[in-house]
T-cell receptor, first 111, second 114 residues
Framework: DADVTQTPRNRITKTGKRIMLECSQTKGHDRMYWYRQDPGLGLRLIYYSFDVKDINKGEISDGYSVSRQAQAKFSLSLESAIPNQTALYFC??????????FGEGSWLTVV | QKEVEQDPGPLSVPEGAIVSLNCTYSNSAFQYFMWYRQYSRKGPELLMYTYSSGNKEDGRFTAQVDKSSKYISLFIRDSQPSDSATYLCAMTQNYGGSQGNLIFGKGTKLSVKP
């Protein structure tokens, strides 16, 4: 089993719908991250969390919200999805030092 | 000027070639430099990690940092088809701190032809 698990792996949703991407990890790390990846734009940080009580905005947080339900769980929500939120989304955890461990990604298409 | 610049490629080489992947950056405070490898439809995984200037070797891979030129490189010797992936550079000025300050390059797509 993967150390960082994302669900769903693929999702198509309609404009205006609310959608949640879930992430769980078995690495025991406190720090968790949500990134999106777009062709030509690379990886961009949406939100990050140091622990259950600490949530921080990243570079592109507008239109997104997060919830850290437990040390092992960090979910990303799009309250009202729009087409330019079509992207590949990655959850990640931070281990010792600067090492980031990524999940396998969630492909989201907003039509 | 972007903080981190990386040629997106694509780069296509024959099997056995030496591959050179590069990033330039503008923030002289960066001290920790990483290379991630991302296979198609997978998440990035850490490949190499270096601190400050100098070289680091791991098997067929060598990471090189030239802080005076603000330039980092990843060399792959005897490239294999299994090396076909997108390679992302990443860098930060903090050790062990929040990776909210970790900056990624856009990635270079490499294809190694048999």
């Amino acid at each position: 089993d993967a150390d960082v698990t994302q669900t769903p792996r693929n999702r198509i949703t309609k404009t205006g719908k609310r959608i949640m991407l879930e992430c769980s990890q078995t690495k025991g790390h406190d720090r968790m991250y949500w990134y999106r990846q777009d062709p030509g734009l690379g990886l961009r940080l949406i939100y990050y969390s140091f622990d259950v009580k600490d949530i921080n905005k990243g570079e592109i947080s507008d239109g997104y919200s997060v919830s850290r339900q437990a040390q092992a769980k960090f979910s990303l929500s799009l309250e009202s999805a729009i087409p330019n939120q079509t992207a590949l989304y990655f959850c990640a955890t931070q281990g010792a030092g600067n090492t980031i461990y990524f999940g396998e990604g969630s492909w989201l298409t907003v039509v | 000027q972007k903080e981190v610049e990386q040629d997106p490629g694509p780069l296509s080489v024959p099997e056995g070639a030496i591959v050179s992947l590069n990033c330039t950056y503008s923030n002289s405070a960066f001290q920790y430099f990483m290379w991630y490898r991302q296979y198609s439809r997978k998440g990035p995984e850490l490949l190499m990690y270096t601190y400050s200037s100098g070289n680091k070797e791991d098997g067929r891979f060598t990471a090189q940092v030239d802080k005076s030129s603000k330039y980092i490189s990843l060399f792959i010797r005897d490239s294999q088809p299994s090396d076909s992936a997108t390679y992302l550079c990443a860098m930060t000025q903090n050790y062990g701190g929040s990776q909210g300050n970790l900056i990624f390059g856009k990635g270079t797509k490499l294809s190694v032809k048999p």
